[in-house]
Structure formats: C-alpha cells, structure tokens
C-alpha cells in the first residue's frame, strides 16, 4: 500500500463531545484522509463518521470495549503503540491515547489535555471511583505515565486547544505548545426537532428553562448545578451520558430533566429556545459557551481554565468563582437580571468558527513543521 498524504488519530469514537467534533471539522477539512482510532461505536458517536473511512485496532472486536471504553485502560497503551501509521503527516487528536501512534511520518498532536486520569486522577475520578479502578491506576500509573511523556517526545509539534492546556502540557511534558481554539459547530440556523424525551410539564416553569451539556463525570461538578436548581424557580434541563448518571438522576430535584444522545437538530431546538447554559466543570477549553453564544445565550461558568478563553466576562456571560450550589445559584440569578445583547454574544462566537479553526491550525502545522500537504485539503 503506497504512504498516504495525511491520516487523522483520535482516541477512541465511542461518545459524543467536542473532540469528535474536531475530529469531524478535520475530516470535512482534509477529504478523503482516513481515521485512526483504537475503537468505534458508531451508535455511540457523531452519524457523520459512517462517511468517513474509519480503522480500528484488534480491541475493537470486543463489543463490551467498544460500549465501555474506560475498560479497555489497561490494553490500550499496546493496541496504540502496536499501530502503525504509513502517512507523510499524522494529526492526532488526542486527551491520552493517539499521540501514541507509530508514525513513518510527521506527527502533530492536537492536544486538549494530557491525561487527565493520569496527572489529575482525583478530580477526573471524583470519590465515587470503583476500588477496581484505583487499584488499576495505582499499579499501572508509573508506567502508563512514562509511556505517556515518551509518547509525547515521538511529536514534531504540539498544538493546544487552549491556554490552560498550554500551560499541562508545558508542565507535564516540558514542550512549548501554540495555542488554537477548536471550532463551535452547532449549526445554528440549521433545522431544528424538538427532543422526544422533552414533554410540555418538563418545560412549564417560571422563566422558563436553562440548558447543561456535559459528560456526566466528576470533574464536570453537574451534581452542583443539579443541587443548585433546587433553589431556583426555573427548569433545567441536563444533556449528557456517563457513569455519574444514576447518581445524579437519583439526587435531581423536580424541576431537573436528563436527556442523553440528541441530535444536532435536537440541540440547536434546546440552544434556541434556552433562556442560558450553565458550566460548572473544569474545562480544558469550554466549548459549549461557544455554542450557546452562536444562539446570542449568555453562559455562566466556573472561573476556571478554558471558560476563561471563550467567555467575555459581562458581554457573553458570567463567572463564578467556586463550583458550589450556592455559588452556581446565586450567578443564575444574576444572569436572569441582566439585560443581554444577543448580536454582541453572536459576534463573539463568530471568531470560533471552523473556517477560523481551520486557518489558524494549518497555519501552525506549517510554521511548526511545513510539512502539511496542501494536495489533501478539502473544503472547510
């Protein structure tokens, strides 16, 4: 098989999130370049990867794997390092896993955190984690952490999602990133449906409803905002999937809804129709505030990490200083005080388009390496 111009390396496509949107504006970006990952489940994940050529390791013959990816921890370091890339340039899109492709190539990593279950296990995992779960970190995390930061050292360039992870990947593996925001790719103006796990007595509320998408994680602290809403007059409405979901389910007063697996139609219908999105997670870079924003919403978010890069303080949104119930309340509360200027929070989101992410990405590919082949490109 001749050497490909350009692959595209992500983790794993088993969720819906704002690294598999990346993913996608790559793939729309660079037509016909094919993606690497260790497992795809294609229910699990965007529709828009069944258009795209996607490879897999031997894991992904394993079902449970590919529904529970957490589980495959322990496997996953060799099924990378194992895969071989035949391709001029790699861009890995990668929180851990695909900068550890083996490349002919060059390699740019775009990063949205090192690790987090590696250099940060203790918020990533809350103190609701398995002992199973410790007990695997425990024995496998000097290792895994020096396969890691060697993995790290195989890149040509590195390239961060934001200043907050600029500044981990400085700290844990002592490499100089340059900083470009991924893309908002919400879509506004598209269609719109309404979600069908979204009845009227869900929605009949004072002031009407506010919106958190989030992976349901620790570190995300949706059990703050759910707790939060208990003292608000208002609805809110959670979408997301993960393993704190029972949990919060358990826990959610009345005026809290879950939905899980939308489509992009069903989230431009919530995003046009909510009165603000909530943020309470520590966030590498904070890319629903974006999304909100291309809707004229204002956000309000935790003072913290990447939220600081896509919120303008006072224009976009509002931040709060620590994730607490009351904390979180007290900022809803003054979000509904003020008077917004949807235009102004419109005009904001425009600067992180996928047009904008695409220019200022290639850009810094070709200073970092001048290696990326413009034959490849497709259509933004």
């Known amino acids: 098989m001749a050497r490909e111009p350009l692959v595209i390396a992500h983790d794993y496509l088993t969720q819906r999130g704002g690294a598999e949107r990346v993913v996608l504006a790559l793939a729309r970006a660079f037509a016909g370049a094919p993606i690497q990952t260790t497992l795809f489940e294609p229910g699990d994940t965007y529709p828009e990867f069944g258009d795209v050529e996607v490879r897999t390791t031997p894991l992904d013959r394993i079902a449970l794997l590919r529904r529970h990816h957490r589980l495959a921890l322990p496997l996953l370091a060799a099924a990378v390092q194992r895969t071989r890339i035949d391709a001029d340039v790699v861009i890995a899109s990668s929180s851990g896993w695909a900068h550890g492709f083996r490349t002919t190539g060059r390699k740019i990593v775009y990063c949205y955190s090192p690790a987090r279950w590696l250099y940060q296990p203790g918020a990533y995992l809350g103190q609701h984690a398995s002992r199973s779960t410790r007990l695997a970190l425990a024995v496998l995390g000097p290792w895994l952490r020096r396969w890691d930061r060697r993995q790290a050292r195989s890149a040509d360039a590195y390239i961060a999602c934001s200043s907050v992870a600029r500044d981990r990947v400085r700290a844990v593996y002592g490499i100089e990133a340059e900083v470009v925001h991924p893309p908002h790719s919400s879509g506004a103006g598209g269609s719109e449906h309404r979600p069908a796990g979204l009845s009227d007595t869900a929605l009949d509320g004072a002031g009407g409803f ?87 919403k204002p956000s309000v978010a935790l003072r913290w990490g990447g939220f600081l890069d896509t919120i303008v303080e006072g224009v976009t949104g509002i931040l709060f ?23 102004a929070i419109r005009a904001h989101a425009a600067g992180f388009s996928e047009e904008a992410f695409l220019e200022r990405l290639t850009a810094a590919i070709e200073r970092a390496t001048g290696a990326l082949p413009r034959a490849s490109r497709g259509r933004p």
Not at 332 to 339: E, K, L, N, Q
């Open 210 to 296: 506010d919106l958190c998408v989030s992976r349901l994680l620790p570190y995300k602290n949706v059990d703050a905002v759910v707790t939060a809403f208990a003292t608000l007059p208002h609805r809110l409405v959670v979408v997301g999937a993960g393993p704190e979901q029972a949990r919060l389910r358990a826990m959610a007063p009345p005026n809290v809804v879950f939905l899980q697996h939308l489509t992009d139609a069903e989230m431009r219908w919530l995003y046009a129709r909510c009165a603000s999105i909530v943020a309470a997670s520590f966030e590498d870079f904070g890319l629903i505030p974006v999304e909100a924003a291309s809707f004229g």
């Open 321 to 343: 200083d620590e994730p607490t119930p009351t904390a979180i309340a007290d900022a809803m509360r003054r979000c509904r005080s003020m008077r917004w200027d949807a235009e």
